[in-house]
């Protein structure tokens, strides 16, 4: 699992050598497109979470003309592994938003200090229990602190910084953010407190420790549900020897619960590998939660 996210760190280093020198920044310009200013470029912000004793960096998106009207409230889209992902993401936003299959939102990507201390943290944050020792991570298991981090710290401090609606809030993660993203949900069911219901696990890693969040699913001691899931994963990952058959085995393990108000969409990415299918599953997850 680490290793693929060694391949985007060495390009995005070999990035940065080739271009030393920024061009310069056009001030005022008009918009590119009808959609190109539907949301306002990430601003990053420092948060330090005393559930994980570490600081994050939580970049925040605001959709246009939101200080127009001060009493609107906005749903609430929250990415993990923000380092990588948030600028994508609010890139195929716009579009998306502009031709109206998604509403307009507050984003919320949640990342570290830069791209290489996100690739040696994540798995610290993001899964649970300790990985066995063939997954050779430094340091994993915290993704109980990771949850109370969300659920009484950042989810505080955004609801108070915010207009924003938590009944219409989705956490969107990809691979170990997948899996904690599913996590976060179940053991939610565990707690019975919803804080989001809405989960978007794009290429989630299902194999971790012996598919351990098939585990959890079989011991949850709950009759109802009342979640939107989309979990989704590229061709090319799922003809891996770990994930061969995993993403239909998990699907039919929560529909033989009979969990009431549970809605859940599978969808396979064909031709798609582990890191390309990560924005086309946060796009069409996004959009299936917000669908009527």
């Given at each position: 699992?680490?290793?693929?996210w060694?391949?985007?760190?060495?390009?995005?280093i070999?990035?940065?050598?080739?271009?030393?020198?920024?061009?310069?920044?056009?001030?005022?310009r008009?918009?590119?497109?009808?959609?190109?200013?539907?949301?306002?470029?990430?601003v990053?912000?420092?948060f330090?979470?005393?559930?994980?004793?570490?600081?994050?960096?939580?970049?925040?998106s605001?959709?246009?003309?939101?200080?127009?009207?001060?009493?609107?409230?906005?749903?609430l889209?929250?990415?993990?592994?923000?380092?990588?992902?948030?600028?994508?993401?609010?890139s195929?936003?716009?579009?998306?938003?502009?031709?109206?299959?998604?509403?307009?939102?507050?984003?919320?990507?949640?990342?570290?200090?830069?791209?290489?201390?996100?690739?040696?943290?994540?798995?610290?944050?993001?899964?649970?229990?300790?990985?066995?020792?063939?997954?050779?991570?430094?340091?994993?298991?915290?993704?109980?602190?990771?949850?109370?981090?969300?659920?009484?710290?950042?989810?505080?401090?955004?609801?108070?910084?915010?207009?924003?609606?938590?009944?219409?809030?989705?956490?969107?993660?990809?691979?170990?953010?997948?899996?904690?993203?599913?996590?976060?949900?179940?053991?939610?069911?565990?707690?019975?407190?919803?804080s989001?219901?809405?989960?978007?696990?794009?290429?989630?890693?299902?194999?971790?420790?012996?598919?351990?969040?098939?585990?959890m699913?079989?011991?949850?001691?709950a009759?109802?549900?009342?979640?939107?899931?989309?979990?989704?994963?590229?061709?090319?990952d799922?003809?891996?020897?770990?994930?061969?058959?995993?993403?239909?085995?998990?699907?039919?393990?929560l529909?033989?619960?009979?969990?009431?108000?549970?809605?859940?969409?599978?969808?396979?990415?064909?031709?798609?590998?582990?890191?390309?299918a990560?924005?086309?599953?946060?796009?069409?997850?996004?959009?299936?939660?917000?669908?009527?």
């Open positions: 699992m680490k290793n693929k060694i391949g985007i760190l060495l390009t995005t070999l990035i940065s050598c080739e271009h030393k020198e920024k061009p310069a920044v056009v001030k005022n008009s918009a590119l497109t009808e959609f190109s200013d539907y949301y306002d470029d990430p990053p912000e420092k330090y979470s005393h559930q994980v004793s570490d600081t994050f960096q939580v970049f925040t605001l959709p246009n003309r939101y200080a127009d009207d001060p009493t609107r409230k906005y749903p889209i929250l990415l993990l592994d923000g380092n990588g992902f948030i600028e994508s993401l609010v195929e936003l716009k579009f998306n938003t502009y031709i109206g299959v998604v509403p307009k939102a507050v984003i919320v990507g949640i990342g570290y200090k830069d791209f290489a201390t996100m690739d040696s943290l994540r798995g610290r944050d993001y899964t649970y229990p300790v990985g066995l020792p063939e997954y050779e991570f430094s340091i994993s298991g915290g993704a109980n602190k990771f949850k109370k981090f969300f659920d009484d710290e950042l989810l505080v401090k955004l609801s108070t910084q915010y207009r924003i609606d938590l009944d219409k809030s989705v956490l969107c993660g990809h691979s170990l953010g997948g899996y904690f993203a599913l996590f976060y949900l179940f053991t939610s069911a565990e707690e019975n407190r919803y989001i219901k809405n989960i978007v696990s794009a290429s989630p890693s299902l194999h971790y420790n012996h598919r351990y969040l098939f585990e699913v079989k011991n949850l001691n009759n109802d549900l009342p979640a939107k899931i989309y979990i989704s994963m590229g061709s090319e799922m003809a891996d020897e770990e994930s061969k058959g995993v993403l239909d085995a998990f699907e039919k393990q529909l033989e619960k009979n969990y009431k108000g549970l809605k859940l969409k599978k969808a396979e990415y064909t031709n798609f590998g582990h890191i390309d990560a924005m086309p599953g946060f796009i069409k997850g996004i959009t299936y939660v917000f669908e009527k």
